[in-house]
């Protein structure tokens, strides 16, 4: 039972954070069309500065914690930055664009109760073009050698322009990969995530970016897309019945009305979210986030945990989010929500 992670799901204030999304480093050795993460931010947390928070967030309930960036697998302390939540009962979870996945493997067995890859191509080109970088072969491999190695390894896909009339092959190309499941996002293509903060560009340490026409639908393709999902609905009835397809295919139905919306075709569909009530992200220079695409109230270098959870603007963040008030939240492609039972139960 985890009271305290109930009771933030009811109110506007932290009685403990269960979930932390930890950006290591916003250095990526890729050059993807949807994300601008390139070099490292300068002044990048230390690994000592890391070991405090991570003892203030074990204080402070944590119960899963999230690996992102930037590739997490750039940082070379990466393992000893893990190695700190390890043996606490604390569930790790890699996100990772696998390009290092197979050379770093060795120092990091064991670690993640999962290690999600993200793909963006059913095959080499599209992915090699989505991603800026001929990297598909390498990925695979890496997925490969972490598979036989006995880890729990999804593959996760934004689908885009590009790649969504491969939507089935994505399916069949998971399969191959013997991976647990396979997940889809759309593309977000408005709020500051993904490197499209101006402080990061103003600094220079970020790539360019695709322009959202390069990477949204259009009205045809979205019917195109829909028709696709309801013959997979048939299809692939198994796959989305036994969670290897994680959404559901009016999940998928949905990426088609948002991409209708962000084009003023009807409206954005419905979110249920509440993550900055039972989570935050912190950066690698340490700003804290209420989600992926809120912009940071905080940072842990002023403001340490367990003050940061509970500043004045995250309370007044919590409430606006609880009517989806933030415009981001109108149009939102990447929503957590937990709800009060799960939370009391201790689900993270
Ligand atoms: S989306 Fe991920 S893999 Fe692609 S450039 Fe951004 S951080 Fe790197
Ligand atoms: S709906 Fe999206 S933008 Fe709003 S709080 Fe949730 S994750 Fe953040």
Redesign the pocket.
Known sequence: MNFKAYLNTISNRARSLPVVILYVTEG?????V?????KPMPGELSFEEITVLAESLKQFGLRHIVYS???PLLRRDFPEISGLFQNTGIKQTLLT?GLLLEKRLPELQNVFSEIIV?IDGADADTHNRI??VNSFDIIIAGISAAVSAGENVSIRTVLQKQNYRALPEFITMARYAGVKRISFLAADVSSEA??RDSIAHKLDQKGTIENESAIALNPDETAELRSIINEMAVKNKRDFDNGFISESPEKLLGFADYYDALRGVGRFPNTLCNAPMVSLVITSTGDVHPCFFLPAFTNVRNTPFPLAANTESIKQIRKSVRTYEPHECKRCVCTLYTSPRNALADKF
């Open positions: 990526c050795n890729l050059k993807c949807t994300c601008s993460y390139r960036g930037g590739e664009n993200s991603r800026g993904y490197g």
